[in-house]
């Protein structure tokens, strides 16, 4: 695969951005004792096609978190898919989706797919929606497919991987894991 190409599809409208960087890993720490698979992905500035963008140049982004118990490195293998419903946990106000264009917004019925793995480096697929009433945008699929490395943390910089604070509540209900098929 590994075309590092996100795509976005508005009605009939395609637009294609060449992603610079693409990456994954665990949070840590794991908030509530929940593993949380981080992906990361950024793309290429250029001019948008679509109409109603009147020409004007975007550089989208994309994360996603998979907050999903029992998930490990060991399970990350090809033909394994994990659905996120939603962009945003209403019990606890968790937010798992972030996509920037003009605005952020949340994708819903995020699929990623693992279809390849060597070493530190997944070749993914994944695909999401920006629909919701609310949205900045007009009904939106966007895919992404390529090769995502493993962010690693410089050995004298003691961070870790964590997008946000989290209210004092229960875990998310988070994603759902679907192992590859025998």
């Not at 990361?40 to 020409?55: C, L, V």
Request: proline content about 9%; overall charge negative.
């Amino acid at each position: 695969m590994q075309n590092n190409m996100l795509r976005m599809f508005r009605g009939d409208a395609a637009q294609h951005y060449q992603v610079k960087r693409a990456t994954w890993s665990f949070a840590s720490p794991a908030p509530y004792f929940v593993p949380v698979l981080c992906l990361a992905i950024e793309t290429e500035k250029q001019t948008s096609s679509f109409p109603e963008d009147d020409g004007w140049p975007h550089s989208p982004s994309w994360s996603l978190d998979i907050w999903s118990r029992g998930l490990t490195e060991a399970t990350l293998l090809p033909g394994s898919q994990f659905l996120i419903p939603s962009f945003y946990d209403d019990f606890s106000g968790v937010i798992f989706t972030n996509f920037f264009y003009d605005e952020h917004e949340g994708t819903e019925d995020n699929v990623i797919k693992i279809i390849r793995r060597e070493g530190d480096t997944l070749e993914l697929f994944i695909e999401g929606y920006i629909r919701h009433e609310h949205a900045s945008m007009r009904p939106t699929r966007m895919t992404v497919e390529g090769g995502f490395t493993r962010l690693t943390p410089h050995p004298e910089i003691p961070a870790g991987f964590f997008r946000e604070n989290l209210p004092p509540h229960e875990p998310p209900y988070g994603a759902t894991y679907l192992q590859p098929a025998a």
